[in-house]
């Protein structure tokens, strides 16, 4: 029996799979597996449903994917979501061969389409992305930057910074001693 699969875009988070898993359970609709953006099902359901879930979906903020593109598009981003917020350490392969491994299409394919469509490259998507978890990491204030830099596969702590701040338009010391500031002065209220 062959599973299908449903795709389901803005799914980023442990969250949005249970909330996805509570929807199809609600909706009597069996599945096999529940992923970041994907739902398999080990048969096709109604339109009527496909309907329901879709509006369900869309109430949490969530939302029903029906053409290819859309779809590669948020395999992208789930791959690379996963890749940096999901895992312990960077893949060890450069991002390009990862993502064409994962995702079973030529790079400069995937990296077409999303440019395309997103308007920005993949690199910069996993730049915004490897900088959104470096400030969770600062601010967690559980490891250094050198640590930082080596879990997310920065050649070094300075060109870590220099993203950092071409990003953010702060150092990231500077980024951190604003977090401390901000926790100083609500402690005093």
């Known amino acids: 029996m062959e599973n299908h699969k449903i795709h389901i875009k803005y799914m980023v988070s442990l969250r949005c799979i249970m909330v996805v898993k509570e929807e199809l359970k609600s909706l ?20 009527s449903k496909r309907e329901a879930l879709g509006h369900n979906l869309k109430k949490i903020g969530l939302e029903l994917l029906d053409d290819k593109k859309s779809i ?6 789930n791959e690379v979501i996963k890749m940096i917020h999901h895992s312990e350490s960077m893949p060890k392969v450069n991002y390009s061969d990862h993502m064409s491994d994962k995702l079973g299409y030529d790079y400069t394919y995937l990296s077409n389409i999303f440019s395309e469509v997103q308007g920005i490259t993949i690199q910069q998507f996993i730049i915004f992305n490897k900088i959104e978890k470096v400030k969770e990491l600062l601010l967690y204030n559980e490891l250094n930057l050198t640590e930082i830099s080596y879990q997310l596969d920065y050649s070094s702590v ?27 002065n609500l402690l005093k209220v």
């Open 72 to 77: 590669l598009i948020d395999k992208i981003k």
């Open 158 to 184: 300075s060109h870590l910074s220099n993203q950092f701040k071409k990003v953010t338009g702060l150092t990231p010391s500077f980024f951190k001693q604003m977090r401390e500031l901000r926790k100083n």
């Open 28 to 47: 009597d609709i069996l599945y096999s597996s529940v992923n970041l953006g994907e739902v398999e099902i080990p048969e096709k359901i109604s339109a």
